[in-house]
């Protein structure tokens, strides 16, 4: 039997590797083989750290989702100027390219969530978490006198979130009417019609 150690260390691996297979494979009839394929390892040896295919996809999602958000989280906090917050908080939440691993994942895991009420739990946390970085942003702004709010600031947050993942949606299937230069444009122009505060630089 592994110990402890290595089973973490072996099942982070496997994660990983499920991951990869997603991205390059889709989910919609992703099996064990090709998760072994891309982790190097037997069939046989993936069922035995995950008997239920499931739990492994359920990992996957979980691991998505924490990277992106805390890579936003990280990204937001390491701004104090208001304005540059929420520069920021927009370019870290849309995908940087179409084959961006992490934000194919999260497509492809959210999707699931339709026939999953645990996949459906996780991709609420998110939501809630991305919701709350921007009504941090908002409030932070608002506070110090730079943004002039229009609408509450849950609204204005959640439609900024909606916006995003439209627009990444797009991105990632390879839309190419909607660059991320583009997607990232319009996303700080919902968000300053809502704060009053200049977001894009003039062309």
Not at 19 to 40: H, S, T
Not at 174 to 182: E, H, L, Y
Request: charged fraction near 25%; hydrophobic fraction near 45%.
């Amino acid at each position: 039997m592994a110990r402890p150690k290595e089973q973490t260390r072996r099942r982070g691996e496997l994660v990983a590797a499920a991951g990869r297979a997603i991205v390059r494979r889709g989910l919609a009839g992703l099996r064990v083989r090709d998760v072994a394929e891309e982790a190097g390892l037997s069939a046989g040896l993936v069922s035995y750290y995950y008997p239920d295919v499931d739990e492994l996809l359920l990992e996957v999602h979980q691991d998505a989702v924490d990277r992106f958000y805390w890579a936003r989280a990280r990204a937001a906090e390491a701004e104090q100027d208001p304005r540059r917050r929420l520069i920021r908080l927009v370019g870290a939440g849309l995908p940087p390219g179409e084959d961006d691993p992490v934000c194919r994942v999260l497509y492809e895991t959210h999707v699931h969530a339709a026939r999953s009420r645990t996949h459906a739990v996780l991709m609420t946390a998110l939501w809630d978490r991305e919701v709350s970085l921007y009504m941090a942003a908002l409030r932070h702004g608002s506070d110090t006198g730079v943004f002039r709010l229009s609408l509450p600031v849950e609204d204005v947050a959640a439609n900024a979130v909606a916006l995003e993942d439209a627009y990444g949606l797009h991105i990632v299937g390879r839309n190419t009417s909607v660059p991320v230069a583009r997607a990232r444009e319009l996303v700080l122009r919902f968000l300053e019609t809502q704060t009053g505060c200049p977001l894009v630089e003039p062309s």
